[in-house]
């Protein structure tokens, strides 16, 4: 026993020096590139920014993940797409893997998107990890994002990255507890490292950080919900706020406290579900082992706030784990609107789309439901024409909904009749049109643009008879039309 003691000491006293060795080696590294903030997209602030993750991590992260060290740059994710932002408010984890069945991603992102304003966009940076080691495979989402979300990838909204192919251990080892069989432990080991891994990489891009899933839907508003209620709580003494009740999904925390978060879950990765690790650092930080549960749960309730009604809801079908259906569903989380109402001017409609089941365009108009139209090609078109000719002040056409937001206007135009055919003539003739015209004695004053067409109507062209969308391009998806408002 002695003996082993020594040996003990004596490879503790290795290790040490070795974690001093290295942190200094990592320093001079650091040194090697320019501490100016504008390089963060250039090769040499990401490597700043990995080897300052690996600096802070690498030594702990050898003690829990010892086949690390056969391969010490395995902790440096590999950044598929991102611009490298940092200094946002709120951080969205998202982990992904391949699924046998249905996947939600892109849907996930749609209902996360759809109604973020230009300064949320601004303000956030929403991180998607191909928790998968299959080059492939997470080239493919890549791909899949950049074609469905240009421009949220392009600004460095949207970032998507993976682990090195050394990051996991071999899960044939696993010991199996609580009854699960060994094909749920492997899963649930994984999870835990996936989590553990997304948390260390947000560490630096932002104040908070929102851990949620690929198969989820947002209520609208969420993220100004956050913020709001962040910003508003009477007590500063929180270790995790909940907007959603179920699992992992929803859980905001302090992106500085991310670190001792996953360090913790890598400590006891193989040991039990993400899910009770976390309540496992309540009971550690708040309980008092000589007083009962009951106190014990009044004290992690301090620590943990609920806000409601919950903001994500789960919508997958198909676990992650092959063969599991997951049917958990949030009651707290309400009902999401699909369409906005408004009191439009009375108008008689016609539509060369065919529409879905009862989402007409009569009972769009009225506020009634929302207009699902079947595929769109070119030239097809809505026509509102008003029995008299009226003067319309604004217009918005808003395409798309929460649950289906990829059903949008694409290369389509909005375009008014005057009452007056002179109108058409003077701002859209001469050499230099104010207007470009359309046939039909149409005149185009907008598009639209992220799915969303609006404006104001030049008081020029008043009265009008008529407003029409034109369609100038053949779709792959189908068009929903969840808003219609016609100011007068």
């Known amino acids: 026993m002695i003996q082993l003691y020594e040996r003990l000491l004596a490879a503790e006293f290795r290790g040490e020096l070795l974690s001093r060795e290295l942190s200094s080696v990592l320093t001079s590294l650091r040194n090697l590139t320019t501490p100016n903030k504008s390089s963060t997209n250039t090769p040499e602030g990401l490597i700043k920014r990995n080897l300052s993750l690996l600096s802070s991590r690498l030594p702990n992260a050898y003690l829990y993940l010892p086949h690390l060290r056969d391969h010490p740059d395995s902790l440096i994710p590999n950044v598929v797409l991102g611009q490298g932002r940092t200094g946002v408010s709120l951080v969205l984890g998202i982990p992904t893997v391949k699924r046998q069945k249905q996947s939600y991603l892109v849907s996930t992102l749609n209902s996360l998107l759809y109604d973020l304003s230009p300064s949320e966009r601004n303000d956030t940076v929403i991180i998607i990890f191909v928790a998968e080691t299959d080059a492939e495979y997470v080239n493919s989402v890549a791909e899949l994002l950049e074609k469905n979300f240009p421009k949220d990838v392009h600004s460095g909204l949207l970032e998507v990255v993976s682990p090195s192919q050394y990051f996991y251990p071999n899960f044939s080892r696993l010991r199996e507890t609580f009854g699960d069989s060994k094909e749920r432990v492997k899963w649930r080991t994984k999870q835990n490292l996936d989590y553990s891994f997304l948390m260390l990489y947000a560490q630096e891009k932002g104040t908070y950080y929102v851990q949620l899933e690929d198969d989820i839907v947002a209520n609208p508003g969420y993220s ?213 015209g359309s046939y039909g004695g149409f005149i185009v004053i907008g598009c639209f643009v992220d799915g969303v067409a609006e404006g104001q109507i030049d008081a020029q062209m008043q009265p009008i008879s008529a407003l029409r969308l034109l369609v100038h391009s053949d779709s792959d998806m189908w068009v929903l039309l969840s808003e219609i408002f016609i100011q007068l």
């Open 224 to 436: 100004q919900t956050m913020k709001t209620y962040v910003r508003k709580l009477a007590t500063d003494d929180w270790m995790f706020l909940e907007f959603s009740q179920l699992g992992f999904i929803g859980k905001m925390f302090r992106a500085r406290d991310l670190p001792m978060i996953a360090e913790f879950f890598l400590m006891f990765y193989k040991d039990k579900p993400i899910d009770w690790l976390l309540d496992h650092i309540l009971w550690v930080k708040a309980c008092n082992p000589e007083k009962d549960a009951k106190d014990c749960n009044l004290q992690k309730g301090l620590l943990k706030l609920r806000y409601k009604p919950s903001l994500f809801q789960h919508v997958g079908l198909h676990s992650s784990l092959p063969g599991k259906l997951q049917k958990l569903k949030d009651k707290d989380f309400g009902k999401v609107p699909l369409f906005t109402a408004h009191t439009n001017p009375p108008a008689r409609l016609s539509s060369s789309l065919k529409h879905y089941q009862q989402h007409t365009l009569e009972r769009a108009y009225k506020g009634e439901d929302f207009f699902w139209g079947l595929t769109p090609t070119a030239k097809d078109f809505i026509l509102l024409s008003f029995p008299q000719p009226r003067t319309v002040t604004r217009y918005l056409f808003r395409s798309g909904n929460i649950e289906s937001n990829g059903d949008q206007f694409y290369n389509t135009t909005v375009a008014v009749l005057p009452s007056d055919s002179s109108v058409r003539d003077r701002l859209v003739g001469g050499q230099s049109p104010q207007y470009k």
